[in-house]
């Protein structure tokens, strides 16, 4: 059984640029959640996609944006990227929405911004 | 808002020493609580979880109690090794089932 992966496993962007990050779900999984978490700090939660529509969101503005496809797999899109995007960004991956449903994460993508 | 307190770090102890990471949280309903662990350079992998009160979550030597009364789950090992070293979340997930993060505690344990 594959895990959860992400891709690419780190980039430097410049400040202003747009990036986008992708998450593959672990095999029969429906739901992907996307963390930021910034250096020492514990991870936080950007939104979250069950079934192809986005079911729950943090403290982010809206040029954090992101999508998910019939195959369950999703993407992060960061518009106009500032110095404090630098982080490392986590998916994860579920088998429902609830806070009984065990998330599996991916190793990350460390988002540089100079 | 709901949210997670645990124990500044950095921890160090020796090898076979007992391990205590404290953590407190404050939710409005009954969430679910777990530990997570993140070793150097890698993802974060569910160590324990606790869904309802007085649950308690073991795995790999760690405990926890699920403790409404105190709103607490501290984490527990009676004897930490080398490999134990790491950094140690404490997290409580929402109805949305996101989970919400403490900062981390880092544990580094020496021979």
């Known amino acids: 059984e594959t895990g959860v992966t992400q891709s690419p496993t780190h980039l430097i962007k410049t400040r202003g640029q747009q990036v986008t990050l992708r998450c593959s779900s672990q095999s029969g999984h429906n739901t992907v959640s996307w963390y930021q978490q910034a250096l020492g700090q514990g991870p936080q939660f950007i939104f979250q996609y069950y079934r192809e529509e986005e079911n729950g969101r943090g403290n982010f503005p809206p040029r954090f944006s992101g999508l998910q496809f019939p195959n369950y797999s999703s993407e992060l899109n960061v518009n106009a990227l500032e110095l404090d995007d630098s982080a490392l960004y986590l998916c994860?991956?579920?088998?429902?929405?609830?806070?009984?449903?065990?998330?599996?994460f991916g190793p990350g993508t460390r988002l540089t911004v100079t | 808002g709901d949210s997670v307190t645990q124990m500044e770090g950095p921890v160090t102890l020796s090898e076979e020493a007992f391990l205590t990471i404290n953590c407190t949280y404050t939710?409005?309903?009954?969430?679910?609580l777990f530990w997570y662990v993140q070793y150097p350079g890698e993802g974060l992998q569910l160590l324990l979880k606790a869904t309802k009160a007085d649950d308690k979550g073991s795995n790999k030597g760690f405990e926890a109690t699920y403790r409404k009364e105190t709103t607490s789950f501290h984490l527990e090992k009676g004897s930490v090794q080398v490999s134990d070293s790491a950094v140690y979340f404490c997290?409580?997930?929402?109805?949305?089932?996101?989970?919400?993060f403490g900062k981390g505690t880092s544990l580094l344990v020496t021979p």
């Open positions: 939710a409005t309903g009954y969430p679910s």
């Open positions: 994860a991956s579920s088998t429902g929405t609830g806070g009984v449903y065990e998330q599996y």
């Open positions: 997290a409580l997930s929402d109805p949305f089932d996101a989970l919400n």
